[in-house]
């Protein structure tokens, strides 16, 4: 089965309210009358602000088919968490995604695996969609542990999760090196990882249709120049895109390359 494509923006730690409404608009006027939400083959759209500008972008995002995400999740519902976000509190807000396991986290605020699954879990109970970031380092590209270290990090990440919840769940290869470097991986690196991904997928949920159903993004430096190439191998389904989906005309290079224009 195809799948549809998804091209998600990560803002990061950028984008305040009103900046971030702004920005919805100016993406939005990228495409004039040819919306990408009339498209018959049309990319799902996601942009994950910070959390203090989520409900100005839902708002701005109104009558488009821009879908909001947040960036983190917490495992518990509520309670003494300092600097955390619970479900209850995202979907009040009305977000349909998360971004968790971001290599961003991991470096500098302690992710680890078990937290990935942990923040999995709370999402798909709270009915978000969970995206969840994967990636070597330079250090393990070069001494060739990559498939060795992603395969970890998917069977942790998706510990316990059953066929039916895979339904909901994203996930995003995003090689450590690459982000915001300006360095993407080749098509042909890139694919290969997906390819082990997916066929991981198929070993795990043996039987039935996760493998062929789940969306497997690619994330790091993607942008207007490199995103055909990538979205045009057979096992990448869209992208995380950081710093060109903070400028409208990249960012609506890289949704128009998913539409396959
Ligand atoms: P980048 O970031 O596109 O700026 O490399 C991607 C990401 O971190 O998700």
């Known amino acids: 089965m195809a799948r549809r494509k998804l091209i998600a923006g990560n803002w990061k730690m950028n984008m305040t309210s009103a900046e971030g409404a702004q920005l919805i608009k100016d993406i939005k006027a990228q495409f004039g009358a040819e919306c990408p939400c009339t498209a018959v083959n049309k990319p799902d759209v996601l942009v994950c602000p910070p959390f203090t500008s989520i409900a100005a972008v839902i708002e701005a995002a109104k009558g488009t088919c821009f879908n909001v995400g947040a960036q983190n999740i917490h495992w518990e519902e509520k309670g003494a968490y300092t600097g955390e976000i619970s479900?209850?509190?995202?979907?009040?807000?009305?977000?349909?995604y998360v971004i968790i396991g971001h290599s961003e986290r991991r470096q500098y605020f302690g992710e680890t695996d078990d937290t990935v699954n942990k923040r999995t879990k709370a999402a798909l109970k709270h009915n978000i969609k969970p995206v969840i970031c994967v990636g070597e380092t330079l250090k393990q590209r070069q001494a060739g542990e990559t498939l060795a270290v992603i395969e970890n990090q998917v069977r942790a990440a998706l510990k316990d999760l059953t066929a039916e919840d895979m339904k909901n769940v994203t996930i995003a290869y995003e090689p450590v090196w690459a982000i915001g470097s300006g360095l993407a991986a080749t098509n042909e690196d890139a694919q290969e990882v997906h390819a082990m991904i997916r066929g991981l997928l198929k070993k795990l949920y043996e039987g039935t249709s996760v493998a062929d159903e789940?969306?497997?993004?690619?994330?790091?430096?993607?942008?207007?120049?490199?995103?055909?190439?990538?979205?045009?191998?057979?096992d990448i389904d869209g992208g995380l895109i950081g710093g060109a989906a903070l400028k409208p005309d990249k960012f609506a290079v890289i949704i128009k390359a998913a539409l396959g224009k």
Not at 87 to 96: A, K, P, R, W, Y
Not at 217 to 226: C, E, F, K, Q, R
């Open 87 to 96: 479900g209850n509190m995202l979907n009040e807000l009305g977000v349909t």
């Open 214 to 234: 789940t969306r497997i993004l690619y994330g790091g430096s993607m942008n207007d120049a490199n995103a055909a190439g990538l979205l045009a191998q057979p």
